[in-house]
């Protein structure tokens, strides 16, 4: 009889994790092509929604797409300032 419950998750999946977000936080490091690091920032955008809904309609059970054009505002000004702007993206944000 295993002595681990069957919802613990694997020991692999935080080393997984943790290298997954020093490899994204080194991508602008090791490229400066504008079209992969875009790339890369859409993909942690698309993340960073899919979370906020998972929390809002997942867990709380509530149904609003108000929160996504927030973000989507949010995200646009927030690229045009970084992109446009000339400006690091924590002052960006």
């Known amino acids: ?3 681990r419950s069957d919802t ?9 994790v ?4 020093l490899a994204a936080a080194a991508l602008p490091m090791a490229t400066s092509q504008q079209n992969i690091l875009n790339l ?3 993909v ?13 309609a997942g ?3 509530q149904y609003s797409l108000g929160h996504a ?8 000004v927030t690229r045009a300032v970084w992109i446009a702007g000339g400006l ?3 002052v960006a944000l």
């Open 1 to 3: 009889m295993s002595t």
């Open 8 to 16: 613990a998750k694997p020991r692999w999946v935080v080393p997984a």
């Open 18 to 21: 943790a290298g997954l977000v």
């Open 40 to 42: 890369g920032f859409l």
């Open 44 to 56: 942690l955008l698309n993340i960073s929604l899919g979370q906020s809904w998972n929390l809002l």
């Open 59 to 61: 867990f709380t059970g």
């Open 69 to 76: 054009a927030f973000f989507g505002i949010g995200a646009l």
């Open 88 to 90: 690091p993206i924590p």
